[in-house]
């Protein structure tokens, strides 16, 4: 990814034993989003519940992650295939 990339998110779940995973698509795939309010609109679609009990104290289940970009590409990856 280069510098100039724009910013994703994603949305992670927590499974109640401490450990949070991404929320994958019908097909598999981590579910990406151009934007905060867009992964927080599809959060809601997906999660209602849980984001209500959140809002009134219920603990913290889900939540929105910025994907970080990987500038200097580390550990290096081998050349050539």
């Known amino acids: ?3 100039d990339a724009p910013t994703k998110y994603k949305i992670e779940v927590e ?3 401490g450990i949070w995973s991404d929320v ?3 097909d598999g795939t981590v579910l ?3 934007s905060e ?3 927080r609109a599809k959060l809601d679609e997906l999660y209602p519940i849980e ?3 959140e809002r ?3 603990g913290k ?3 929105v992650i910025r994907i970080l970009k990987d500038e200097d590409d580390w550990p290096k990856r081998p050349r050539g295939g």
């Open 32 to 34: 990406t989003f151009d």
């Open 24 to 26: 994958r698509g019908s």
């Open 61 to 63: 289940r889900t939540r």
């Open 37 to 39: 309010n867009e992964a």
């Open 56 to 58: 009134y104290g219920g």
């Open 51 to 53: 984001v209500q009990m």
């Open 1 to 3: 990814m280069t510098s």
């Open 15 to 17: 499974a109640g034993n």
